[in-house]
């Protein structure tokens, strides 16, 4: 009896040693999981802190994204604008042409016609030249036949003849240039139309 009680301790004394051994193994095991608790809690901490620092830099690149939007956009409109303002520009302009033009063409026009004027005055003060030298003016005034009022009014026609031929011994001649927006140059030129012998 007293050998098998004997056994039995030693196999009580065996189990109570594995289950100590039992229990440190489940001791560290739990320390071990409780480490990796922590290790997990301290990642999420930081994930935490990650995350918001990430929202906090998303934040400042949208913040930049929209100021950079709203940059654009304003440009766009100025751009639009003075684009606008081009073209208003170019139409004033453009009319301002065509105005000129018009008055380029006009004083081409008034000075063709004073041109031919000119010509028409010429051709008369010829004609008339030719009448006077043809009717021997000088005799007919020194005529004793012709009252004083008849001599006097010949006297003044003849005067006014001369008058005449003096001024228009050289007849001008006008030359506008091609029409342009710019400051209108007229260059002028003398023909002498008189006889020379």
Known sequence: TYGLFNEELKSLRGFLSEARNGEKRLKSSLKDMESQVFDLQRDRDNCKRLQLKAERELG???????????????????????????????DEIKQ?????????????QELMEKRRQNLN?????????????????????NSKDLSPEIKNVLIQLKEDVELLKNISDAVSYTHLTLPTIYSVQISVVAVSLKKKN
């Open 60 to 90: 400042k690149v949208k913040m930049l994204f929209d100021k950079e939007r709203e940059t654009l956009n304003r440009s766009f409109d100025e751009q639009q604008q003075s684009r606008q303002d081009l073209q208003d520009q170019f």
């Open 121 to 141: 005055q010429v051709k008369k003060l010829a004609e008339l030249e030719k009448m006077f030298n043809q009717m021997e003016t000088d005799k007919v005034i």
């Open 96 to 108: 301002e042409m065509e105005e000129k033009n018009q008055l380029v063409e006009k004083l081409r």
